[in-house]
């Protein structure tokens, strides 16, 4: 059974709640994917532990941002 849940300090709903279904073994399985996304809608894929990481100081995530940003203020683009 799972414990309750809440958004906002409001209770979800039981029949709102489930199980996620994990693909630990994703980079052997690549191939998988795409019927795991058909299936549940889903892909969860865990993120190597930070020990496991190369940092490289050239972090893009700023300029990404803005990217985004400005893609959501012009008018012709969808969001």
């Known amino acids: 059974m799972l414990d309750g849940a809440f958004v906002a300090g409001r209770p979800v709903p039981s029949d709102c709640l489930g199980r996620l279904h994990e693909s630990a073994d994703w980079r052997q399985a690549r191939d998988e994917l795409p019927a795991l996304m058909q299936r549940d809608g889903y892909v969860l894929l865990r993120a190597e532990p930070i020990d496991a990481a190369v940092a490289t100081g050239t972090s893009r ?15 012709d683009r969808a969001v």
């Open 61 to 75: 995530r700023a300029g990404i941002g803005r990217a985004v940003s400005g893609a959501a203020r012009t008018p």
